[in-house]
């Protein structure tokens, strides 16, 4: 739909503040009517400090974030401030066709999502805010109407251009077949590469590989993969005393004075005064879930976490621990390549197995038992259990002063995810019901706020069945159910989680055919291994979704 060919007609305006992180002093939008199905609402986020409930879904808005709200959505807004300022719009959208105006669900934007804006591009839109009082359009004049009516459409234009840089972005091909290159130069810097290698996997001749590569990165192939080494080379100069020579064939270099020179010139020391500088560490001071203070080394290099939710979040922000729980994962997650390096610690944190490790820092996404045990080895910081994503992304990367990285990663997220449900934008429609079901050997489970289940509610628009949204609310990851409940928990489209080789009969069993049947042409069979809510695998996951949609529906 051409977003120049649509007209809003506003139907209410005003400012709204909400005074106390409390439902019972939140702000509801109000039930609409049957007469009133196209009739949207377009939320400005005028300060910090608002998480918004869209369905009962959470969604942190940033000063300046704007997001769609669809009829049949439902929305709660908080303030963790007690000073929470919204601009709202209330409209309806039609299509212009020659002289008639015929009426749309809602503008092309992604609904339920939030664009984060500039708060100055914001404020220059919505001008003097003196003028949002809680009054109906009718107390207006028609030239403040259309003042207001003007407004509105220039927010919904900026929104819409925001979409149209994303899709512009991704589908450069050319881009993403060096950035392919690029991931690859990372899990496999120390092998004999080079640029006509890498120049031939991105589908081009070396001088044109070599120019793009340099416009995105900034860097020559062959320097980009000299830092690449040079960063592996001060982690392991930190953590071991072998000789040089074993160190720079370990990293990729055949030659030990070359690697001497590079690594001189990239960090102005030579390997053996890095390493010495190193030894006599800092501390400082970071916070954890609790709020209590805990003193960890100043770039603490041999950290070691359980994995789950914390091993994606660091592999992602560029931390590479030396130990993590991986004895499940290792055969189970989609980057197994990046474990390679990572010794295992037991299917939980085994202190005996860390002690071993010698670790600097150790990080946690539960309260172990044995806590006090864990601290006595190394400095040991928990998360809050009930971080989302982005939380415990940011909450990470903090703890190691790499917030850059964690909103770079952010950024780049929700630019994908605005393209990939541009992709799929005829596949399946916004506020759809879904399930995840989860088969492990004989065991049957029904996925609540958890592993792919979150990227379908938090990023894709979709909503938990009716049962799945009570388990959410009761606070439960996930629940085992037999097989002869399968269809209580059903929505209107249905993924169903298995291993790849039960995979090749599940759909025969009684009961899936009866969910497939009962819900035909939106039931997905996938791998186990997308049950994951790290940044590598909802990542990962928005890259495959039109496969998943377009190959996988039975």
Known sequence: MNFACLYSRLQHFDRVQVDQMLPESSLYNEKINDNETNLCTLLIALSHGIRLYVDKIPIDLRKGSCILVLPIQHYMVESSTGE???????????????????????????????????????????????????????????????????????????????????????????????????????????EDLTVEQLANMAGMVRWQYSQQFKILTGKKPTDYLVHI?????????????????????????????????????????????????????QQRTVIDSLGKKIL???????????????????????????????????????????????????YWADPDKIAQLQPEFILLSYYPKDLQELNALAPTVVLDKKFRLFERLRYIAKLFERSKAAEKWITTYEDKVRLVRRQLGDAYVTGESATVYLKLGEKLYIMGMNGLASSLYESLGFRPSEKVMHLIEQGEAWIEIQHHQ????????????????????????????????????????????????????????LEELPNIFKKMIR
């Not at 020579?245 to 590079?262: H, T, V």
């Open 229 to 281: 080494r040079i960063n592996q080379a001060k982690e392991i100069l930190c953590n071991s005393t072998e000789p040089l020579n074993k160190i720079a064939r370990q990293i990729g270099f055949k030659d030990e004075y070359y690697f001497s020179r590079c690594f001189h010139k990239l960090t102005g020391n030579t390997p053996r005064e890095y390493a010495n500088i190193h030894l006599h560490m």
């Open 486 to 541: 399968i269809n209580h928990y059903a929505g209107d489209r249905n993924f169903f989680l298995a291993s790849q080789q039960e995979l090749k009969t599940v759909s025969h069993c009684p009961h899936i055919s009866a969910l497939v049947e009962l819900s035909p042409g939106k039931t997905h069979f996938l791998e186990s291994i997308w049950n994951y809510d790290d940044p590598i695998t909802r990542g990962r996951l």
């Open 84 to 190: 929470a300022q919204l601009a709202r719009f209330t409209f309806e959208t039609f299509e212009i066709k020659g002289k008639a105006l015929h009426p749309v669900a809602h503008p092309p934007l992604l609904c339920g999502y939030p664009y984060r804006l500039l708060f100055s591009q914001v404020k220059q839109v919505l001008g003097n805010e003196a003028w949002m009082k809680n009054q109906s359009c009718s107390s207006f004049s028609s030239s403040e109407i259309a003042i207001m009516q003007a407004r509105l459409q220039l927010i919904l234009g900026i929104m819409a251009q925001l979409d149209q840089e994303a899709i512009d972005f991704q589908n450069e091909e050319k881009t993403k077949m060096i950035q392919h290159t690029i991931q690859y130069m990372e899990q496999h810097y120390d």
């Open 296 to 346: 960890v080394p100043q770039d603490a290099t041999r950290i070691v976490t359980d994995g789950k939710h914390t091993l994606g979040e660091l592999l992602v922000l560029g931390i590479s621990p030396i130990g993590a729980a991986i004895s499940i994962m290792k055969d189970n997650v989609i980057y197994h390549n990046k474990l390679r390096n990572i010794q295992s610690i037991g």
